[in-house]
């Protein structure tokens, strides 16, 4: 086990409606990374947060925002939920950015509905 | 679109026999890592390979950095059942702005018949 845990680990929404994912990283650990991961794809980099600030960020709208706390701990928060924002998200931490291994959590599965 | 190509997307075999993964980048890695998911599971970090020509061993899995740092492999010699899962390759495009980025390969599903 990585000790990186998230919550919910499933969660039914209606399209419109607003969500908020967590993730716990792993002790040490400073920098937190999301992936949405659709069915038969690979994971998809949503943004990355290093030491609370944003350091790097996919092809996600703005609706995908993010947050991480002083205890490295971070949020992922997606508005207007539509039908196609389906997927396992995946939190991710390490010790630093794209150069290190990231350590993944169980994930959340979202359906939209 | 994905800047990190995997082939093949499938792959069944029969247990015993040997599997290989092909992962090719457009551009050149800093590194490149490799990930195994299992059904129902998350993403498992296996290896970092960073020099080129590099060449890493983990029991019966082989990994290979290409000397130009586009390319790599992972080959499992005399595959089990307990090798079943999606093996990823991911490696960091871009600096500056795109600073933290990893991109993912769309995985190879290996299929071990007992």
């Known amino acids: 086990e990585t000790g990186v845990t998230q919550s919910p680990t499933h969660l039914i929404k209606t399209r419109g409606q607003q969500v908020t994912l967590r993730c716990s990283s792993q002790?040490?650990?400073?920098?937190v990374s999301w992936y949405q991961q659709a069915l038969g794809q690979g994971p998809q980099f949503i943004f990355q947060?290093?030491?609370?600030?944003?350091?790097g960020r996919g092809n996600f709208p703005p609706r995908f925002s993010g947050l991480q706390f002083p205890n490295y701990s971070s949020e992922l928060n997606v508005n207007a939920l539509e039908l196609d924002d389906s997927a396992l998200y995946l939190c991710?931490?390490?010790?630093?950015?794209?150069?290190?291994?990231?350590?993944f959590g169980p994930g959340t599965r979202l359906t939209v509905t | 679109g994905q800047q990190v190509m995997q082939i093949p997307q499938y792959q069944h075999v029969q247990e015993g026999e040997d599997f290989t993964t092909y992962c090719n980048s457009s551009?050149?890695?800093?590194?490149i890592q490799w990930y195994k998911q299992r059904p129902g599971g998350h993403p498992v970090f296996l290896i970092q390979?960073?020099?080129?020509?590099e060449v890493k061993k983990q029991k019966r899995l082989t990994f290979q950095f290409g000397e130009a740092k586009k390319n790599s492999s992972l080959h499992i010699t005399a595959t089990q059942t307990t090798d079943v899962g999606t093996y990823f390759c991911?490696?960091?495009?871009?600096?500056?702005?795109?600073?933290?980025?990893?991109?993912f390969g769309r995985g190879t599903q290996l299929t071990v018949w007992p």
């Open positions: 551009t050149t890695l800093s590194n």
């Open positions: 390979l960073v020099k080129s020509g």
């Open positions: 991710a931490s390490s010790y630093g950015g794209e150069d290190y291994e990231q350590y």
């Open positions: 947060y290093y030491r609370e600030e944003e350091n």
């Open positions: 002790s040490g650990h400073n920098t």
């Open positions: 991911a490696g960091p495009l871009g600096r500056g702005s795109t600073l933290g980025r990893l991109y």
